[in-house]
């Protein structure tokens, strides 16, 4: 059973605290767009789950969206059509519903993320694609340095990749998504060139992992970093990534076709 904020978000993240200038910092980025639509293929009706401000939907033809907070249905543009309000784990729709499916940044907020791709593949024909991020691979981004606990947290909330890949049978294939350096998607390692950007409380914010800290690793994180900008020591160290035209680190696409029958 889904337990849902007064927002409605069903995960473990509050989008009706956290999730008012999401859409400012979480702006769709066209390269990573281009390996959804690939994976999308020639799908023309195509579902997603947990889509929040409408992010990539421009990748598919014909979308039906999904999105239990009530927060992020409002920042979606006009253009876009109204979110239907339901969770991943009871897809109010038939079997073999869609051409394909697709979740961005959105399993590591499920309540139950097993029961949640299967529904996705019972209402999918075609392909499933999910963009996420490998747990295993999360901590080798430099904020760790700086910032353990908030990778801790996402290495702990996103599943792993193996898992998700078994969640929705068929065949599979897994992905790394190259992170441009200008990337418009703020999440953590879009940042990876650019540390200065996570100095912004606001596109921390964006990122839902920093809502599971407290305000002194906030706090510290900020001084620590502040003061390796300055002295220089962060780009002693990590200086080679503000040229580096993309960086390959956790992000990945997994897409699993059914079998046939």
Known sequence: MNVRTQDGSAGD?????????????RRPDTRIARFIAEALGDARTVLNVGAGAGSYESAAREVTAVEPS????AQRPARLARAVDAVAEDLPFADGAFDA??????????????????????VTRGPVVVLTCAPSL??????????PEV???????????????????GTGTVHTVPIPLDCTDG???????????????????ACSAWSFVDDGVRERF??????????GAWDARHGHLR????YEGSLVLVRATPEPA
């Open 243 to 246: 040229t580096q035209a993309a």
């Open 101 to 122: 499916a697709m979740t961005l940044f959105s399993v590591h907020q499920w309540s139950d993320v097993t029961r949640g791709l299967r529904e996705m593949r019972r």
């Open 138 to 147: 999360v901590r080798d981004f430099w904020l760790y340095e700086y910032a």
């Open 222 to 231: 900020d001084e620590r970093l502040r003061g390796d900008l300055a002295s």
């Open 187 to 205: 999440f953590n390692e879009a940042y990876y060139g650019r540390p200065e950007m996570l100095l912004d409380p606001a596109a921390r914010q």
């Open 151 to 169: 990778l801790d947290t996402e290495a702990r909330r996103y599943p792993r990749v193996e898992d998700i890949a078994a969640a929705l049978g």
């Open 70 to 73: 009530r927060s992020m249905r």
């Open 13 to 25: 993240v509050d989008y009706g605290a956290i999730g008012s200038g999401y859409a400012s910092f």
